[in-house]
């Protein structure tokens, strides 16, 4: 079982004190292969810490589905405009399969802020989009993406599919496929 202080180093340091309130607040949560965790339309009211499994973070427009992001463990998962902004999400979070999270509401973590000054550094996981932008802003090719991923999240090569990476990074399958026989 994974502890409160290994879920919270990437964020800060957090005393014993810190640690038991945040036990208090964050709750477990098993999803199922196919679960929503958040639906296109509804507000983001959680961050959640992926103790186990893996999610899909998606567009759609009826037709076709566009990857947007591809969760795995230990990573801080939730949909950024919709928590920051408080409005409804355009995108829809699922289980890519069976999954065990850590859920924190947007509410229990503004209480443990007031409670302890510890929990602003929680500011440094909605930097996630830091990623995304370095992928689509720097104008890499196929194979750069495809490395910078493979550095980045080297486990997503091993739990996701070609074509939902291909649409990930925003390129084909086949070429996806092309590039990766060459690597």
Known sequence: MISAQEILSGVGSF???DLLLFEEKATRKIFRK????LRQG????????????????FQSDHETETIIELHLPKEWMYNHSSLIGQKPSDTTIK????AEVIELSLYHLHELIARSQSFLSFGRIFDQANHRTYLFDNA?????KYQYIKKSKPLI???????LIASYLKITPETLSRVRANC
């Open 15 to 17: 005393s014993s004190y």
């Open 34 to 37: 196919n679960d929503m965790v």
């Open 42 to 57: 509804e507000i983001c009211r959680s961050v959640y810490f992926i103790l186990s499994g893996s999610f899909v973070q």
């Open 95 to 98: 289980a890519f399969e069976d």
């Open 140 to 144: 890499l090719s196929p194979a750069e």
């Open 157 to 163: 090569v091993q739990v996701f599919p070609v074509k």
